[in-house]
Every structure is written in C-alpha cells, then in structure tokens.
C-alpha cells in the first residue's frame, strides 16, 4: 500500500453520475406541484355593472319583382303600375328608411327595372340594391 503509487483503479471517470440530477428535478417537481394551486387563489373584486344601451332597429327590406311579362310584385304580392309611386313614397316617410331590392326576370325589358329604379329615387329610397343569382 504505498501512496504515491498509480493503480488500475485509480483512472479518470469519463461517465455523469445522473443520480444527483435525477433528485434534483424530483424535488423540483414536487415543489412546483405544491405550490403551483396555492398561486392560483381568487381575488374578489367588486366589478362595475353595465348598462344597455337601446338596440337600433333594422329596417326592413322590400323584394320588388318584376317578372317575364313586366308585371310588378311587392314582397310576393301583386302591385298595379299606378300604385308603386305612392308605396315608394309611404316607404321613403318611415324612420328607419327600407331597403329596397329589385329582382328582375333576365327575360324581362330592362326598361321596367329602370322604371322601378326611377320611381324609387323619386320617391326618396336611398338604398337601392339588385338581387342576382351566381353562374353556375
């Protein structure tokens, strides 16, 4: 047993030892799992109250029709040519003003759609709008 002597057993340890590590991070965990629900307390607060204010109304829309033969129609209902003036104009009175869209047959002369258009901007209609179907 002489001490300034090298052995076989007194080499170089060239692996971790993961043990200490592994402790390490379970006791890591086990306080962060301690803690974590004690962080999360509430706090009472007294939150303000809201109040509501009033809901505009949406006004409401009119279909106007015209189909193949140039006949008009409000809201699916028929309308004589003499009386779309004055609907137009008992419409253009309300608060909030209607919008109004147009839907005309494809076969129909589009004088008549204009005719409609016309007596809808005569009558004072702001919203004016055309109902069309997609290409298929």
Excluded: C
């Amino acid at each position: 047993m002489a001490f300034g002597t090298l052995d076989d057993t007194d080499d170089v340890m060239n692996e971790i030892n993961m043990t200490p590590l592994v402790d390490v991070m379970l006791v890591l965990l086990i306080i962060f799992i301690i803690t974590v629900p004690v962080m999360k307390h509430a706090v009472n607060i007294d939150l303000p109250q809201a109040t509501n204010r009033k809901q505009e109304t949406k006004p409401e829309t009119i279909r106007l029709s015209v189909d193949a033969q140039g006949r008009y129609w409000w809201n699916e209902s028929p309308l004589a040519d003499a009386d779309i003036e004055k609907r137009f104009r008992a419409e253009a009175a309300r608060s909030p003003q209607p919008e109004l869209h147009i839907r005309g047959d494809k076969d129909v002369r589009y004088e008549r759609v204009a005719q409609a258009m016309a007596a809808a901007q005569h009558a004072g209609l702001n919203k004016i709008g055309f109902i069309t179907e997609p290409r298929k």
